[in-house]
């Protein structure tokens, strides 16, 4: 993990070799957002500048998909334009989750770096699917029931220990469509709610003692690079930021870390805020989050994490290269033989 007293408006020391590399590929990095002027994204285009990346902010849902049927190389169109790059780093809002991922998959197919992928977002977003791999995985979460009809309520409450419980849909993001019911009643008027809107609702355990607080820790190529502690404002169990929560820097605990790490492995995840509740049976996974905002976890932990992005982006490349010199080597050694053959017959 980082130094906590690195402070965030230091910059990271990168190393030679990856300046090397990015001074001679001249590499080019397409964010995908819909928000240029948002912290996050301004901050890891100013990062990745500095690690000599040419950056395009571009609106994923203003790019064209790649044309078929025919043998040529695909290419992205954006405003009548080819775009051409080296990596990209998707920043898909929770609205456009279908169509942002479509369009990363379109890069992926091209072949360049991407720094969490299609799957991992998808994943990500869909809290069921999310919860059921990370349990698969053997990482603890709250215990968690899924409701296909309201008549499924009231075994659910019992399977996560009663009420108070959580109620809440698969798909959701800063706090939102996040219940407590406080009793049962309450529980199955919100999950009736719910499924007469064409929502998917679960019911998940309360952790008592971890009511309103949790913890976040930014995880960037597998290692945790940033945390901080969230608190709830007033009488809100939901510690988000943006819903008001205030943020402290902390000291995360070795176990808590290789919890995080794992979570974010286990989504197939290059940046990801992971949120840990304390429990009493230790650490357990609330949400995995594959596009965390950086304000809050910069400005707590006093930790450049647009700058670990950078530094990771910089890995990849280097790694990226060295295959396709591999590949380069090994065909040209393939055609000497070829060709060596064809002079001796």
Same mark, same amino acid.
């Given at each position: 993990?980082?130094?906590?007293?690195?402070?965030?408006?230091?910059?990271?020391?990168?190393?030679?070799?990856?300046?090397?590399?990015?001074?001679? %590929?001249?590499?080019?990095?397409?964010?995908? $957002?819909? *928000?240029?002027?948002?912290?996050?994204? =301004?901050? !890891? @285009?100013?990062? &990745?500048?500095?690690?000599?990346?040419?950056?395009?902010?571009?609106?994923?849902?203003?790019?064209?998909?790649?044309?078929?049927?025919?043998?040529?190389?695909?290419?992205?169109?954006?405003?009548?334009?080819?775009?051409?790059?080296?990596?990209?780093?998707?920043?898909?809002?929770?609205?456009?989750?279908?169509?942002?991922?479509?369009?990363?998959?379109?890069?992926?197919? %091209?072949?360049?770096?991407?720094?969490?992928? $299609?799957? *991992?977002?998808?994943?990500?977003?869909? =809290?069921? !699917? @999310?919860?059921? &791999?990370?349990?698969?995985?053997?990482?603890?979460?709250?215990?968690?029931?899924?409701?296909?009809?309201?008549?499924?309520?009231?075994?659910?409450?019992?399977?996560?220990?009663?009420?108070?419980?959580?109620?809440?849909?698969?798909?959701?993001?800063?706090?939102?469509?996040?219940?407590?019911?406080?009793?049962?009643?309450?529980?199955?008027?919100?999950?009736?709610?719910?499924?007469?809107?064409?929502?998917?609702?679960?019911?998940?355990?309360?952790?008592?003692?971890?009511?309103?607080?949790?913890?976040?820790?930014?995880?960037?190529?597998?290692?945790?690079?940033?945390?901080?502690?969230?608190?709830?404002?007033?009488?809100?169990?939901?510690?988000?930021?943006?819903?008001?929560?205030?943020?402290?820097?902390?000291?995360?605990?070795?176990?808590?870390?290789?919890?995080?790490?794992?979570?974010?492995?286990?989504?197939?995840?290059?940046?990801?805020?992971?949120?840990?509740?304390?429990?009493?049976?230790?650490?357990?996974?609330?949400?995995?989050?594959?596009?965390?905002?950086?304000?809050?976890?910069?400005?707590?932990?006093?930790?450049?994490?647009?700058?670990?992005?950078?530094?990771?982006?910089?890995?990849?490349?280097?790694?990226?290269?060295?295959?396709?010199?591999?590949?380069?080597?090994?065909?040209?050694?393939?055609?000497?033989?070829?060709?060596?053959?064809?002079?001796?017959?």
């Amino acid at each position: 993990m980082a130094s906590s007293g690195q402070k965030y408006h230091l910059r990271s020391q990168r190393t030679q070799e990856g300046l090397a590399v990015a001074r001679i %590929m001249d590499p080019r990095l397409v964010i995908l $957002s819909r *928000g240029p002027q948002l912290y996050s994204t =301004k901050r !890891i @285009a100013d990062e &990745a500048e500095k690690a000599g990346w040419a950056v395009k902010i571009l609106d994923p849902l203003k790019i064209g998909p790649p044309p078929f049927g025919d043998n040529k190389k695909s290419e992205l169109q954006h405003k009548g334009w080819a775009i051409d790059c080296e990596a990209i780093i998707p920043r898909i809002g929770y609205s456009i989750t279908e169509k942002g991922t479509d369009r990363v998959r379109d890069f992926e197919r %091209m072949g360049v770096i991407v720094m969490n992928s $299609s799957d *991992g977002i998808k994943r990500s977003r869909d =809290k069921l !699917i @999310a919860g059921q &791999a990370l349990a698969e995985g053997g990482i603890p979460v709250p215990i968690t029931a899924q409701i296909v009809t309201w008549e499924d309520t009231n075994r659910a409450i019992t399977r996560v220990g009663g009420t108070p419980c959580v109620v809440k849909s698969t798909e959701g993001t800063h706090g939102s469509g996040v219940f407590l019911a406080h009793t049962e009643q309450h529980a199955r008027q919100l999950v009736y709610q719910m499924l007469e809107r064409g929502m998917r609702p679960l019911v998940q355990e309360y952790i008592e003692e971890s009511h309103g607080k949790d913890i976040r820790a930014l995880v960037v190529g597998g290692k945790v690079v940033a945390c901080m502690r969230r608190r709830a404002n007033g009488n809100e169990f939901r510690s988000n930021f943006h819903l008001g929560g205030s943020v402290e820097k902390i000291e995360i605990d070795p176990r808590f870390e290789k919890i995080a790490v794992k979570a974010a492995e286990i989504l197939g995840l290059e940046i990801a805020g992971v949120d840990l509740l304390e429990s009493k049976r230790g650490a357990l996974v609330l949400e995995v989050n594959s596009s965390p905002g950086l304000e809050g976890i910069e400005r707590a932990s006093e930790n450049n994490v647009a700058g670990a992005i950078a530094e990771r982006l910089n890995d990849l490349l280097r790694i990226s290269n060295q295959k396709k010199d591999l590949t380069s080597i090994d065909n040209q050694g393939h055609n000497s033989f070829r060709n060596s053959g064809k002079s001796e017959s």
